[in-house]
C-alpha cells in the first residue's frame, strides 16, 4: 500500500508550499548516493519521496487526495507516473542542478575514455612453471588507426564542425518530470558527441579512428607461478577513445601438471608405488622432477599411505626469492600379485616368522584411524 505522502515527508497536514518543498529538499539530499551509499534502496525511497512532493505540491492533486486518499487518486487519473522522464538524475538535476544529480548517471560521455582490458589465457607446462619461461601470446585488440592517425579522416582531407551540435558534441534532450519540463544533455547522435566530422571517412577505419589489430607479444612467466594467476601488462589492452589512455592486458596462466602431480600452495605431491617387500625392509627411489630426478630414501617399515617429505624440492616461491617449497611423495604400497612357486614358497616361510608385535603400528592403529574418520 502506498505512503502517505504526508508521513514520508515529515509534514503536517496543513503544511503550505514553501514547507513541502524545503522537506522534500532535505529528504532528497539525506537520499543522494554520495551520502547514502550504504542503502541499495536509496534510489526507490527518493522516488517514492518525489511521488509524495508531486502529490502534495500540486493543489487538485493534493485536494484529492486528502478527500480519497490513493484510490482517489487512481480513479481520477492523477496518479504520479514516473514513465515519461529519463531517470533519477533528470528530477535531482531538476531541483538541484547539474552537478547534484549526475551522481545517478545519465548526460553526454565527452572527453577521453579509457580503453577496455583484454584478457588472454595461455598454457604452459610443470616445468616451466618451476623454471620460469617466455611464451608467446596472440590476441586482437582495437587499435588507433595508423591511417588517419586517429582522427578519422582521410589524410589530407578537412575535419568540419557537427552542424547538429554546433561543435559542443552535446545535445539538450527535454523530457518530463514532477516539476514539469527537465532540460538534460544527452551525446550528439550526428558526430558522436566528438563536435567534429571528418568531411571525407578514413578508407582504413570508416572514419572511427580505430581498427581491430592482431597482435603477437612475448610475455615472461615468473618461476612458481600457479594455474589461474594473472600477469598485467599495462597500456597493452585497447586503444583508448579521444586521446584516452589504452586498457590493459591480462593474461591468465593456465599450468598443465601432468599425470602424477598435485600441487598444495608451493608444495608439489606426488605418489610412488612401493612392493611391499620394498616398503618393509627400505629402499631408495628416484622421483622424477622438474630440475632432475629426485633420490627419495625409503625407510624400513614404511606403511601404506605414509608421506615422505624432501625439503626445498618444491615449487620456488613467487614472493620470496630463493625459498623453494617442499615435495612429498606419498607412498603407495602394493601388493605383489601373480606370484611364482619359489616366491610363494618364501613368502609362506617368512609368514611363518611374522610376529603379532611385528604387526603392530606405533604411530596410529587403524581403530584410531577409523574413530577419526567417522568423528570429524
Not at 37 to 47: I, L, M, T, V, Y
Not at 197 to 203: K, L, T, Y
Not at 230 to 235: A, F, K, Q, W
Amino acid at each position: 500500500m502506498p505512503s502517505d505522502p504526508y508521513e514520508l515527508l515529515g509534514v503536517p497536514r496543513d503544511a503550505d508550499e514553501t514547507t513541502i518543498k524545503k522537506a522534500f529538499r532535505r529528504l532528497a539530499r539525506e537520499l543522494h548516493p554520495d551520502v547514502n551509499s550504504h542503502d541499495p534502496d536509496a534510489e526507490e525511497k527518493f522516488k517514492a519521496a518525489a511521488t509524495a512532493y508531486e502529490i502534495l505540491s500540486d493543489s487538485e492533486r493534493r485536494a484529492t487526495y486528502d478527500r480519497y486518499g490513493h484510490e482517489g487518486l487512481r480513479s481520477g487519473g492523477q496518479a504520479p507516473n514516473f514513465d515519461g522522464f529519463g531517470n533519477v538524475g533528470d528530477i535531482f538535476n531538476a531541483f538541484f542542478g547539474e552537478a547534484f544529480g549526475g551522481a545517478f548517471g545519465g548526460g553526454a560521455r565527452t572527453g577521453p575514455r579509457q580503453g577496455e582490458d583484454v584478457a588472454v589465457a595461455v598454457e604452459i607446462d610443470l616445468g616451466q612453471a618451476y623454471r620460469g619461461a617466455r611464451v608467446e601470446v596472440t590476441f586482437e585488440a582495437i587499435d588507433r588507426c595508423e591511417h588517419c592517425h586517429g582522427n578519422g579522416a582521410e589524410p589530407g582531407t578537412p575535419i568540419t564542425t557537427c552542424d547538429k551540435c554546433g561543435g559542443n558534441g552535446i545535445l539538450q534532450a527535454v523530457t518530463r518530470s514532477p516539476f514539469g519540463q527537465v532540460v538534460r544533455q544527452v551525446a550528439c547522435d550526428k558526430c558522436g558527441g566528438e563536435g567534429k566530422i571528418p568531411e571525407q571517412p578514413c578508407e582504413t577505419c570508416d572514419g572511427r579512428g580505430l581498427v581491430v589489430g592482431h597482435r603477437r607479444l612475448e610475455v615472461d612467466i615468473p618461476a612458481g607461478i600457479a594455474d589461474g594467476q594473472r600477469i598485467r601488462l599495462s597500456g597493452r589492452g585497447h586503444a583508448g577513445e579521444r586521446g584516452g589512455p589504452p586498457g590493459d592486458l591480462y593474461v591468465v596462466v593456465q599450468v598443465a601438471l601432468g599425470d602424477g602431480w598435485l600441487r598444495d600452495e608451493d608444495d608439489l605431491v606426488t605418489v610412488t608405488d612401493l612392493a611391499a617387500p620394498h616398503a618393509a625392509l627400505g629402499t631408495s627411489v628416484e622421483i622424477p622432477h622438474p630440475d632432475g630426478d629426485v633420490t627419495v630414501e625409503i625407510p624400513a617399515g614404511t606403511q601404506p599411505g605414509a608421506v615422505l617429505t624432501v625439503k626445498g624440492k618444491g615449487m620456488p616461491m613467487l614472493r620470496r626469492q630463493g625459498r623453494f617449497g617442499d615435495l612429498r611423495v606419498v607412498a603407495n604400497v602394493v601388493i605383489p600379485r601373480r606370484l611364482t612357486a619359489q616366491q610363494r614358497q618364501a613368502l609362506e616361510a617368512f609368514a611363518e616368522t611374522i610376529t603379532p608385535e611385528q604387526l603392530r603400528n606405533d604411530d596410529d592403529s587403524m581403530v584410531g584411524k577409523l574413530r577419526r574418520l567417522f568423528h570429524r
